[in-house]
């Protein structure tokens, strides 16, 4: 043509190249959708492998909990007074709420002794005085704070997603709190009484971004 010029392609050269890129825009697609789909199951198979399952404790009580208890009931007897004269035999009688009594009982009976007070093993009846311990007080409070994603499972997944935890806090501190009476055995006229004791102790564990952790508590020694 004048002024110019033209370059014609056969229709199946065109077609040829049409469809050469439908097929690499295709096979983009799919790779793409595969590549997906591979990181959705590694990210799926990862997180399930983080769950474990295990017990936290196979005691009635967690031995943190015990360690609290005992504490706090120690931490009560720190300020006790006697309120009569020591080097008599004394039994000792505990009365409370809670299904504690005995292992308190052993508690006051060791800070008696060392009082200087004669607590015999085998109650012969021959004691002088009857120590009478109300508890008025002996077990933990419980607070806990979460701020995540719970643990997840399923019967239709074959993984179970862990907790995971963008905040996390477990507050636990035990409270005692006591009195007790000195009673004549042979009259039970009472002979003096003491004063409300009380006492505490904590433990407080924290979790936040999921992997960071730190515990704050007032046990001596530390738990390790």
Not at 71 to 88: E, T
Not at 100 to 117: P, V
Not at 198 to 218: I, R
Request: proline share 5%; hydrophobic share 40%.
């Amino acid at each position: 043509m004048r002024g110019g010029s033209s370059i014609t392609l056969p229709m199946n050269r065109v077609r040829g190249l049409r469809m050469n890129v439908t097929d690499r825009n295709m096979r983009c697609t799919l790779a793409e959708r595969s590549w997906v789909m591979l990181c959705s199951v590694g990210l799926m198979l990862g997180m399930g492998g983080c769950a474990v399952s295990y017990d936290t404790t196979n005691t009635p009580r967690t031995a943190t909990e015990q360690l609290v208890l005992a504490q706090a009931f120690q931490r009560s007897l720190i300020d006790a007074v006697v309120p009569v004269r020591p080097g008599q035999s004394v039994a000792v009688e505990t009365t409370g709420l809670t299904a504690d009594q005995g292992y308190a009982n052993a508690l006051i009976e060791r800070w008696l002794s060392r009082e200087g007070f004669y607590v015999p093993k085998d109650k012969d009846g021959k004691e002088t005085l009857v120590v009478r311990v109300t508890l008025d007080a002996f077990g933990t409070l419980h607070n806990q704070t979460f701020f995540g994603m719970p643990a997840l499972s399923s019967a239709f997944i074959p993984f179970a997603v862990p907790k995971l935890s963008i905040y996390e806090a477990s507050k636990q501190r035990g409270h005692a709190r006591l009195s007790m009476d000195f009673l004549d055995k042979k009259t039970g006229q009472l002979v003096g009484s003491t004063s409300t004791y009380e006492g505490d102790a904590y433990y407080n564990h924290y979790v936040f971004l999921f992997v960071f952790s730190t515990t704050l508590s007032d046990l001596v020694p530390p738990i390790p």
